[in-house]
Every structure is written in structure tokens, then in C-alpha cells.
């Protein structure tokens, strides 16, 4: 998925801002156990760790989890992938901010959350709603198949009830769940194309670098009237955002 930790943070640092507030919803308690699945360079899994739980962070990355470390080497990092790992000692919470969009079947990363919580435990998630980056998408899609290219999307976006059944039929209760706008507003004069690369780039895969400044350009082009404004490039972001718990 990402493989450049450094530019991650440099230009996307919104994505960890928006999960601070993910991380009071899980209300982190001294001395649980809590996963961070998909932690990145683990800024959530520091802020969790600073209420005093025990953190363990896993992204698929090596990248990513190699500057986790080095940025909190007291902290417990792994490269691990959400659809295939297991903990001998179970968790009393599960947290994950903008990452289970990416992670395809979403059935075998909940079969896994779900394995790995204690009875009670606590699974704690925001994901790209319905709806997510649609004008983006849109616009980028469009402007591939001009130039004749017809990538798939890489992304789940699932609508509410579709991801409550999901949740439930992995043997989780679902307490809460929320789909919503959030209006994101992406940093500098190139962010639209900031955002492109960094997390479209499997859908340019095959456009050779040649054909790409015009691609980002109409790409603009035909977004900005619905997302520039007052000077600041905001992506179509809508959150999903669940608590579930094992019985
Ligand atoms: C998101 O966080 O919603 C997202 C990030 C990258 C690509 C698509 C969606």
C-alpha cells in the first residue's frame, strides 16, 4: 500500500489528525491490551500507548513499520497483514483509522479482528464510507479510459448496513455505526496531485510517466470547480466509522 513513510508524513498528515479523535472514541484504558491494525508510522499507536495501554501495531509495510520504530522504539511494532495473522494472547481492543478500506475480502480481516478480541473486547474502526472520494475517483476513471486505460478501483467503500451485517456476521455486536461526510481539506497548491500519487497510484500503474502530467491535469481540471475552494484543494471524504464488541 504506502511505501514511503516520509512523504507520507510530510503531506498527509490529516490522516492521523482525523484518527486523534478516532482514539478517544476507543478511550484507551491503563493496562489493555490494544492492536493497532494498520498503524503506519504509528502516531495512533503512540497516542493510545499514552493513556497507558499495551499497543501492539501492525502494517503491512515494512517501510512504514521500520519508522514506527525508530520514531517509538518503546513501543511493540510488526509487519503483519490484516487478512492473516493471529496473536497468542488476546486483545481487549481492536483499533483501526483509514486502512480497511484497502483490505480486500473485508470478510478475512474481520474473521481475524474478530479471533484475535477477548470475550467483551472492543473493535474500534473509521473506513472510506459509500460515497468515499467518489468525484475524484470519478474524474480520474474517466480520464483513464479517455487515454484507455481501465483499471479496477482498489478500494472498498461499503455503504453502513452492508458493513454492520459484515461486522455481525463475523460474531461481533455492532453499538454504533456512522456514515458521514468529512470534507478534507488537503495542504498546498499540488495536493490534489499529492493525493493522486500517494494513493491512487495503483490505478496509474500502467500509464507511463510520460502521459502522467496530463493525466493530473485534466484530472484537475474537471474536479476543481466541485473541490477547490478559497484556495485549498478538499477531497470528497465520507467516513464509516463502527464499535462492535464480542459477546
Ligand atoms: C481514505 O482515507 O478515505 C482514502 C485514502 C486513500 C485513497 C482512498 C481513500
Not at 154 to 162: H, T
Not at 207 to 229: C, F, H, I, Q
Request: aromatic content about 10%.
Amino acid at each position: 500500500m504506502f511505501q514511503d513513510p516520509k512523504r507520507y508524513q510530510a503531506k498527509h498528515q490529516y490522516v492521523t489528525a482525523a484518527g486523534a479523535d478516532l482514539v478517544e472514541v476507543l478511550a484507551p484504558q491503563a493496562g489493555e491490551r490494544v492492536l493497532d491494525l494498520g498503524c503506519g508510522t504509528g502516531q495512533l499507536s503512540a497516542q493510545i500507548a499514552a493513556a497507558g495501554a499495551e499497543v501492539v501495531g501492525i502494517d503491512l509495510s515494512a517501510e512504514m513499520i521500520e519508522a514506527a520504530r525508530e520514531q517509538f522504539p518503546g513501543l511493540s511494532f510488526a509487519v503483519g497483514d490484516a487478512r492473516d495473522f493471529s496473536f497468542a494472547k488476546p486483545f481487549a481492543a481492536v483499533f483501526s483509522n483509514a486502512v480497511l478500506h484497502w483490505i480486500k475480502p473485508p470478510e478475512e480481516a474481520l474473521a481475524r479482528i474478530a479471533a484475535c478480541l477477548g470475550p467483551g473486547g472492543r473493535f474500534v474502526a473509521e473506513l472510506g464510507g459509500a460515497r468515499n472520494v467518489a468525484t475524484i475517483s470519478r474524474a480520474l476513471l474517466d480520464q483513464l479510459a479517455a487515454r484507455g486505460f481501465y483499471p479496477q478501483a482498489p478500494w472498498y467503500f461499503p455503504s453502513l448496513g452492508e458493513y454492520a451485517r459484515l461486522v455481525e456476521q463475523a460474531g461481533l455486536r455492532v453499538a454504533y455505526a456512522s456514515h458521514f461526510a468529512r470534507p478534507t481539506p488537503i495542504e498546498h497548491e499540488s495536493g490534489l496531485r499529492d493525493w493522486m500519487e500517494m494513493f491512487a497510484d495503483a490505478l496509474t500503474a500502467d500509464v507511463p510517466p510520460s502521459m502522467r502530467t496530463a493525466l493530473w491535469d485534466a484530472v484537475e481540471a474537471t474536479v476543481r470547480p466541485a473541490l477547490y475552494r478559497d484556495g485549498v484543494w478538499c477531497a470528497d471524504y465520507w467516513r464509516l466509522r463502527v464499535v462492535a464488541y464480542k459477546e
